[in-house]
């Protein structure tokens, strides 16, 4: 069974209005940040990287436990946005 994970920010019910944050299935934490930009490319990887910690949290999991990312860059922009995601871990 899937079990749908929130936050402080993201209340139950939030996933029947939008895409949900975070969901434990088999075992398996699955997140999604919140996607937002901010003033830099390292200010916004740094804010993905606080929501996720924060949905793993939630699932009782945490960072450490994470095994990939994955962010899609625009074209050209890729080396710069994992330079900045790493930065942030």
Known sequence: AKVVVNTNWWPPGTEKKAESVGIISHGFVFMTAMMEFNNTLNATAQ??????QDIAQAAGSELSDLVDCLANAPRGAAAAVRKAFRRAL
């Not at 804010?47 to 996720?52: A, C, N, R």
């Open 47 to 52: 804010q993905e990287v606080l929501d996720v």
